[in-house]
């Protein structure tokens, strides 16, 4: 069946594949489609970890002396969609 979507091969250990398999079976769902929510799942898990790295460094440096309120912010952003 010609698909629109990208394929993927991927070789499994014999315990995650019966593991993958179970759960597909268990919500009714096709194994490449429970495959493709475990591998969702684990990109957005390893987002999240980068960002809060990085939110983390971010605060090493943060003075609060010279941060902006939303106020200043979203008025900066004002004029500067004005000037355009």
């Known amino acids: 069946m010609p698909t629109k979507h990208p394929r993927l091969n991927v070789v499994l250990e014999r315990p995650i594949f019966q593991l993958v398999e179970r759960l ?43 941060a902006l309120t939303h106020e200043q912010v979203w008025a900066h952003l004002k004029v500067k969609k004005q000037r355009r």
Do not use: C, M, N
Request: glycine share 4%; aromatic share 4%.
């Open 24 to 66: 597909a079976e268990k919500e009714g769902v096709s194994l490449s489609l429970k495959a493709r929510d475990l591998i969702r799942e684990a990109l957005e898990l390893h987002e999240d970890a980068y960002l809060a790295e990085r939110a983390h460094e971010r605060t090493k440096t943060f003075v609060r002396g010279q």
